[in-house]
């Protein structure tokens, strides 16, 4: 006959403790969303039985769920990616099928809605990022349960999960701040997502609470993230900031990229730092600071958040804010000027 399985054999083969098992399996705050993970998987592998908890949310018997975004969105496959896979992972884990649709900007425009929508064949909706205000409206007065990812608007009452963009932002700057910075530029395009405009509030904040006041010819916030339209603004400054603050990885591999072109020394002659901690920041020369987001509890956090809102309807809506950290690489260095 074979021994029993218990939480300590799942302790010992993942090395973490017993009390971290129980939380994971009770579905429990105090443990990662990667490390509850791990633990399900290895406890369904070595065949161990554990009561599935029951919640209020549990008991409205949720069978099916929609997961929209734009082509845009579903081409970031390395941030809004793992936040699809990691959704997709929930899902599977609460036995909840899961209907996905990119919104093509066709439909977007037209306001043509999918149809899982349309024919309400789901119970609640995630919708990944931004597509338009008035599409979201109109996905809105379906009147389905609805929680978004990664993106708000004042007109939008719905509830969302967010990335808590002005403090990660404040804390970025307040990095090159403390390696003796004082001129620090900023580049991105604040009107193409809340997440920018709030990231360049926190480079703002920053700045004022150490005395400095921002720069109109330091602050490039309405540019394209494309090579060249990034490349003339490194090259049109007649004299270089000794920092950049990049509002995404993206801006901050092709100003590295113009910066080394140029034969400017990163970071003993200008520091770079970057948001997001996507492959840009990992695959840049040299490697960027930047701020981590925890993606996967972005996905643990929404899919909870629509459990409880179909569950609790009438309650007022939430904005949950998720906290960012500093990745201190390559790219930045003390001020030597």
Same mark, same amino acid.
């Given at each position: 006959?074979? *021994?029993? +399985?218990?939480?300590?054999?799942? %302790? =010992? ?7 971290? +098992? ?6 429990k705050d105090g443990v990662s969303e990667e490390t509850r993970? /791990?633990?399900?998987?290895? &406890? ?7 009561? #599935? /908890? ?7 018997? +949720? ?9 845009? &969105?579903?081409?970031? *496959? ?18 909840? *099928? ?10 977007? @425009? ?6 899982? !929508? ?19 409206? #109109? ?18 009452q719905t509830d969302a999960v967010l990335t808590n963009n002005?403090?990660? $932002? ?14 620090? %530029?900023?580049?991105?395009? +604040? ?36 090579? %060249?339209?990034? =490349?003339?603004?490194?090259?049109? !400054? $007649?004299?270089?900031?000794? %920092? ?23 970071? =003993? #002659? ?21 701020? @981590?987001? @925890? ?6 956090? $929404? ?11 009438d309650e007022v809506y939430e904005e949950i804010l998720l ?12 001020? #030597?000027?």
């Open positions: 006959m074979s *021994k029993k +399985v218990v939480m300590q054999d799942i %302790a =010992d083969r993942l090395n973490i403790s017993k009390n971290s +098992v129980s939380q994971a399996l009770a579905g993970r /791990k633990i399900i998987e290895t &406890a369904e592998e070595m065949g161990y039985r554990y009561p #599935k /908890k029951e919640s209020d949310d549990d008991q409205k018997q +949720v069978k099916t769920i929609g997961l929209i975004a734009s082509e845009f &969105a579903f081409s970031m *496959k390395n941030f809004f990616g793992e936040i699809y896979l990691s959704i997709e992972r929930e899902a599977q884990r609460h036995g909840i *099928k899961l209907l996905i649709q990119s919104v093509t900007p066709e439909m977007r @425009d037209r306001l043509s809605l999918p149809s899982f !929508i349309e024919d309400n064949q789901v119970d609640g909706i995630l919708i990944l990022s931004h597509v338009s205000t008035p599409y979201i409206e #109109k996905v809105l007065a379906q009147d389905i349960p609805t929680v978004l990812i990664d993106h708000h608007h004042p007109l939008l002005r403090f990660g $932002a404040y804390t970025a700057v307040k990095h090159l701040l403390d390696l003796n910075h004082r001129d620090i %530029a900023v580049i991105g395009h +604040v009107d193409m997502s809340p997440s920018y405009q709030e990231r360049w509030e926190g480079y703002l904040l920053a700045l004022r609470e150490h005395g400095l006041e921002a720069r109109e010819d330091r602050m490039f916030i309405r540019v394209s993230e494309d090579e %060249a339209s990034i =490349d003339m603004i490194i090259r049109g !400054i $007649a004299e270089q900031p000794t %920092a950049w603050f990049c509002l995404n990885d993206g801006y901050g591999f092709y100003v590295c990229s113009s910066l080394r072109n140029l034969g400017i020394q990163i970071p =003993d #002659k200008v520091s770079v730092c970057g948001f997001d901690n996507t492959h840009f920041s990992q695959m840049s020369v040299p490697k960027i600071t930047t701020m @981590d987001i @925890d993606l996967p509890l972005f996905a643990h956090k $929404a899919f909870a958040q629509l459990l409880w809102r179909i569950g609790h309807p906290p960012t950290h500093l990745l201190q690489r390559e790219s930045t260095a003390k001020c #030597k000027r």
